[in-house]
């Protein structure tokens, strides 16, 4: 391709990808009751009615609150495979390694039915919790991942010099290694977040039909007739995922993360 | 790498271990059981072993489904795969600036619901706001009608979602490779688009083999796409098994149904891993 082909390729490809976003803007500030591009008046009551109508407040609530308490199980459990792996290096962690990979290359439709058999098995079938679990450990593999890069970054020698001067284990951990790891920490737990707030199959399937999530309520609003606060609910969304992805591309390198720097 | 043993790494290892073993492990052994036991219409099922669930899958109706969810999600991987190497090439060339906004951009849509990206398809398909319409305002289509659902309406939605997550992968190799084989032909006057089918794609072959592999995995999960812009009829394997396990309450068939899959899977990512390893030698 010729740089000038190239760029034309990928305006084009751009485009592609945006144009729905924009069309959703515009049905979302526009004021008539039904789905309509371009608008013909705007206003921000669709916006309004998704702040103040207590269904969809509670449905961005819950989706918040889950997203949170998952992104933190999910990166306790990366950080420990990792541990155990940087300070023993044993088959046991390898092997916690190699399942946590695992979740990431099924198919959620698979990940989904085995939780929600399970969860009814133990009793918290319809739970909120059982949301929480199984996306904290669903969603494992991206932090394991991330934060293998961050113990990969960090150099015997400072290790070395921490031990000699007397330290013990929790001190170095606590004193060079966190502070060294915790860019990756925050990334991990960002990326885990974001896809719980974002995740439908899993969280139907263990307990869409008591915990609402907004992406469930979404969904059931297109399936069975839907307004143009659909529209506005979306690009609360958009701007969620863009918003903390933009804030983490400030914190860290995310060219770097995804392991495309020509240095490594 | 000390001397002093690390009891303390080794039970942070094992909880990380349990965790993943009872919540993760632990629910798909227990699929593959329920997968044998007797559905019940009063309760969830009854615990026997039986082999009518796996019976039921290969008369017809079930069988056809699964053919239909192997051929859709093979052609949209394989489309996914054709539009996103040429854009992660694209992207690798260009500057620091422009490439991150390309990562946050493709990173974005990675992470975004399923749920909404099917919306705005939706939205941009239908006939009050959306391409019919603007091929109305044109002139080009005078009695405009929503292009969806259908079959091209859910491929659409299939190569979207499955886009980011291809050039995300290829983007890392992409943007590494060395480039003086490209840069002497180029040097030797080799027309671009030679290039690209002669230099690039043979030297990224076990790569582009093993991602449209993965996408085809990915692409058979995917339930929002065929549910909100498909017909019935295009429906595949995920929705099927939602709708045994959700709709019919038939628990054992459902997860005979995801064994199947799980199987199919499985070979598939095999092969994957073969390809790949194939290639470093």
Redesign the interface.
């Known amino acids: 391709?010729?740089?000038r082909?190239?760029?034309m390729?990928?305006t084009l490809?751009?485009l592609?990808?945006?144009?729905?976003?924009v069309?959703?803007t515009?049905?979302s500030f526009g004021a008539s009751n039904?789905?309509?591009?371009p608008p013909k008046a705007i206003s921000l009551r669709w916006y309004q009615t998704l702040i103040t109508e207590p269904d969809w407040l509670k449905a961005i609530g819950l989706s918040l609150l889950i997203a949170a308490i998952a992104a933190t199980?999910s990166v306790s459990?990366?950080l420990?495979?990792n541990?155990?792996?940087?300070?023993?290096?044993?088959g046991?962690?390898k092997?916690?390694f190699a399942?946590?990979i695992?979740?990431f290359?099924?198919?959620?439709?698979?990940?989904?039915?085995?939780?929600?058999?399970?969860w009814?098995?133990v009793g918290w079938y319809g739970r909120m919790e059982a949301t929480i679990?199984?996306h904290g450990?669903?969603f494992?593999t991206l932090p394991l991942v991330i934060i293998a890069r961050g113990f990969a970054s960090l150099t015997k020698e400072v290790i070395e010099a921490a031990?000699m001067l007397g330290a013990t284990?929790?001190q170095v951990f606590r004193t060079v290694v966190l502070p060294l790891i915790a860019p990756y920490l925050i990334t991990g737990f960002a990326?885990v977040a974001?896809?719980s707030?974002?995740?439908?199959?899993i969280a139907?399937?263990i307990a869409?039909f008591v915990v609402e999530t907004l992406?469930i309520k979404?969904?059931n609003n297109?399936?069975y007739g839907y307004s143009p606060v659909?529209?506005s609910a979306?690009m609360l969304?958009?701007a969620i995922?863009?918003t903390a992805?933009?804030v983490l591309?400030r914190l860290t390198d995310?060219?770097g993360l995804?392991?495309?720097?020509?240095e490594? | 790498m000390t001397a002093r043993p690390a009891y303390g790494a080794f039970c942070i290892g094992l909880f990380a271990f349990s965790a993943l073993a009872v919540f993760f492990v632990v629910p798909l052994f227990f699929m593959v059981v329920v997968s044998f036991y007797k559905p019940d219409p009063m309760g969830f099922y009854k615990v026997t072993f039986v082999w009518e669930n796996y019976q039921k899958f290969f008369a017809s109706f079930y069988y056809k489904v699964s053919l239909r969810s192997l051929y859709s999600s093979a052609l949209g991987a394989v489309l996914v795969v054709a539009l996103a190497f040429p854009t992660a090439i694209a992207v690798s060339n260009l500057s620091r600036k422009w490439q991150l906004f390309w990562v946050i951009l493709l990173l974005s849509l990675m992470c975004l619901s399923e749920v909404i990206i099917g919306f705005a398809w939706l939205i941009i398909l239908s006939e009050s706001a959306g391409i019919p319409r603007l091929l109305e305002f044109l002139g080009l289509w005078t009695n405009p009608r929503s292009l969806s659902p259908s079959f091209w309406a859910m491929m659409i939605g299939l190569v979207f979602l499955g886009f980011s997550v291809v050039t995300l992968m290829i983007y890392p190799q992409a943007a590494k490779r060395d480039r003086s084989i490209e840069e002497a032909a180029v040097t030797l006057g080799t027309p671009p688009s030679r290039v690209f089918t002669k230099v690039l794609v043979p030297s990224f072959r076990p790569t582009l083999i093993s991602v449209t592999l993965t996408m085809f995995v990915y692409l058979l999960g995917v339930f929002v796409m065929p549910t909100m812009l498909g017909r019935p009829k295009d429906w595949t394997m995920t929705v099927i098994i939602s709708d045994k396990a959700l709709g019919d309450a038939n628990l054992p068939l459902g997860a005979a149904l995801a064994v199947v899959m799980l199987v199919v899977t499985a070979i598939t990512l095999a092969v994957a891993l073969l390809a790949e390893r194939h290639g470093q030698r």
Do not use: Q
Request: proline letters at 5%.
């Open positions: 391709m010729t740089h082909a190239s760029i390729f990928l490809v751009a592609f990808l945006i144009a729905p976003f069309v959703v515009g049905v039904t789905i309509a591009f199980i459990i990366a420990a495979a541990y155990a792996l940087w300070r023993t290096g044993s046991l962690s092997l916690v399942l946590g695992g979740p290359l099924l198919p959620p439709i698979i990940l989904a039915l085995g939780a929600s058999l399970f009814a098995e679990v199984s450990v669903f494992v031990r284990e929790t990326l974001i896809i707030v974002n995740e439908y199959l139907n399937m869409g992406p979404i969904f297109v399936r659909v529209a979306s969304f958009v995922t863009v992805l933009l591309a995310l060219i995804l392991g495309a720097s020509k490594d």
